[in-house]
């Protein structure tokens, strides 16, 4: 469980969170529906830690979020698809692929068939840069 409690979050002098509350459940899809700029973007990057909260808790799995560094949330299996491309240009398709291998065991770093299934291109791809 995700549990994100009364959260205030700023850009400088601006508040874009004012008291965000909310729960994910295991095994659930939970959606974060809002028009244009209402903060749905900010609410993902405090669970991440991309961006510090000035107020409230962030916890996952019962255990407490706040001011862990984004890498050890990673490690947790807090991870986030962002909404741009948001792609390393200067990459391969493969390292870019293999970016999110850092918080896996080293046994877990291969990536998955279901990918190339999912997206068949990709396989042609692996060697092209992330940016072309
Ligand atoms: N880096 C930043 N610096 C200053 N203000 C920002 C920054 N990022 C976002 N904001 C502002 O914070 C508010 C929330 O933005 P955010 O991107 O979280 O909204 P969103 O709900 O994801 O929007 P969209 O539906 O367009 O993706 C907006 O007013 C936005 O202009
Ligand atoms: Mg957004």
């Known amino acids: 469980m995700l549990n994100v409690d009364n959260i205030n979050l700023h850009y400088g002098a601006a508040q874009a969170l ?16 809002g028009r244009n700029g209402v903060g749905k973007s900010s609410l993902l990057r405090a669970v991440t830690g991309q961006h510090a909260i000035s107020a409230g808790t962030i916890s996952f799995e019962g255990a407490a979020l706040d001011g862990m560094a984004p890498y050890h949330r990673a490690k947790r299996g807090v991870g986030y698809v962002p909404q741009g491309r948001e ?29 190339f299934s999912l997206f068949p291109v990709l396989q042609s791809m692996l060697g092209r840069r992330g940016g072309d």
């Open 18 to 33: 004012r008291g965000v509350s909310l729960t994910a459940e295991m095994g659930k899809i939970t959606c974060v529906l």
């Open 87 to 115: 792609i390393f240009p200067l990459l391969s398709v493969q390292e870019n692929l293999e970016s999110g291998y850092a918080p896996l065991p080293r046994k877990e770093r291969f990536i998955p068939d279901d990918i």
